[in-house]
């Protein structure tokens, strides 16, 4: 256990840290991410208490919404394990995905501000104990545009190389994704638009460490 242990997680690292320009991209990562998270969640928890507006979204007008609170938390909190399981041994891999996932929500802030939104009317509210507990407590309702969910379980997607892992990640975001309409969480649009934002920056962030000569797939 010790030699794989050894061989999975230890050496890699160690590796890594030799390299002068990983160090340095460690360090911009945690003060990314530092800056974001902390920050995000401070606002879209006092975003509650905000005014913005509502619309009707043709796709969501065609069905009445049904509960899938805890299938979207199996999906997204699984998916998130793997992940993990699949980066840790990968550090150059985990740096670029930290970055960008921090970026992404950094752009989630931006977004969230310029374009209040009200929820769907006919919202059944996910209740989501993590975000919760990082939070006042309350049920988040208006982070709307776009939805985090959707743009975390993209990114997974993109961040693996391996087609049985990304046939997984690509089926369990589209339904993830469909479930989350049908419980009336997000308007169509918020969906749409998080893998095109979580893409951008992918590509961005790959480029930048191609350049710096970080191994990228």
Known sequence: ?????????????????????????????????????????????????????????????????????????????????????????????????????ALVMGTRFLTIWLLPLDPPTTIIPMEDPFIEFLGAGGTLTKDLFFSGHTAASFLFFLLVKEKPLKIVFGISTTIMSVMILMQHVHYTVDIVVAPFVTYAWFVLVRNIHKRIGFPVH
């Open 1 to 101: 256990m010790l030699d794989f242990l050894k061989k999975y997680f230890y050496i890699p690292w160690k590796a890594s840290f030799a390299d002068k320009k990983f160090i340095v991209s460690f360090l911009v990562t945690a003060g990314l991410l530092y800056l974001v998270i902390p920050n995000l969640v401070a606002f879209i928890t006092e975003n509650e208490n905000s005014k913005g507006f509502s619309f009707t979204d043709p796709f969501l007008s065609q069905f009445t919404p049904v509960v899938f609170t805890w299938y979207v938390f199996s999906l997204i909190y699984g998916g998130t394990i793997l992940i993990n399981i699949y980066l840790i041994h990968r550090p150059y891999q985990l740096i670029m995905g930290l970055q960008i996932y």
